[in-house]
């Protein structure tokens, strides 16, 4: 009896495995990455489907469908849902990032503007006029499949002429400003270019004493 002690002792500690299940002798690989993508370029109006892959301390990678929490930087840029499903909402960049147990991953999405047909230049304030020594910011707002986007920070901004005595606008952010001194009265528009289509819009504006 005694000599087959050992072996009755191996055939009940590999029943009891089996009884306990594979998670008497496996353990889940540890989630250690998270590669979220594509990084692209959409158009406001489509949307884009955002893929987070995670890498696990055993060396596998596999999708994640469930528990990621998705999040857009930019809201006025792109928004993103809970499938992970970007929409392109106005011109710039976001950063899309994705969240699954302790490991986070992002991508950053870039949106232009789709379909885009005019730009309508407006001054803030609703002036088409200032004196000499005070500044005005001005709003470029497209039309794009019949909505309506601000372009203000997209565009390039110019005057036409382009150089005016005391005059100078800031080509990024349409903030334009003057400087004392002149008594004559200046004319001129100011213009807004879609560096991409080429489309663009003016208004006329008068700076007096």
């Known amino acids: 009896m005694r000599r087959w002690a050992p072996f ?3 055939t009940t500690l590999l029943t009891l495995g089996f009884s306990l299940g594979c998670e008497g002798f496996f353990v889940d690989p540890v989630l250690t990455g998270l590669a979220v993508g594509p990084a692209a370029t959409i158009q406001t109006g489509t949307t884009i489907q955002m893929i987070a892959t995670g890498s696990y301390n055993d060396g ?11 999040n857009s930087a930019s809201l006025r840029v792109a928004t993103i849902n809970s499938s ?6 106005g011109p710039g960049q976001s950063v899309i990032s994705a969240a699954a147990e302790t490991v986070t991953g992002s991508a950053t999405i870039t949106v232009i ?4 047909s005019s730009i309508k230049v407006t001054s803030q304030n609703g002036f088409n006029n200032i004196t000499y020594g005070s500044s005005e910011q001005f709003i470029a707002t497209g039309t794009a499949s019949g909505q309506q986007i601000d372009l203000t920070n997209s565009v390039t901004w110019s005057t036409n002429p382009a150089v005016i005595p005391n005059v100078s606008i800031d080509p990024k952010s349409g903030l334009l400003t003057t400087t004392a001194g002149l008594t004559q009265v200046a004319q001129f528009d100011v213009v807004a270019t879609d560096p991409t289509t080429g489309i ?4 006329p504006f008068t700076v007096h004493q």
């Not at 503007?113 to 885009?116: D, E, F, Q, S």
């Not at 663009?200 to 208004?203: E, I, L, N, R, T």
Request: net charge positive; aromatic share 8%; hydrophobic share 45%.
């Open 8 to 10: 009755l002792a191996a």
């Open 60 to 70: 596998s990678q596999s999708k994640l469908s469930k528990n990621v929490y998705w």
């Open 84 to 89: 992970g499903v970007v929409s392109g909402v």
């Open 113 to 116: 503007v789709g379909n885009l």
């Open 200 to 203: 663009v819009g003016s208004m």
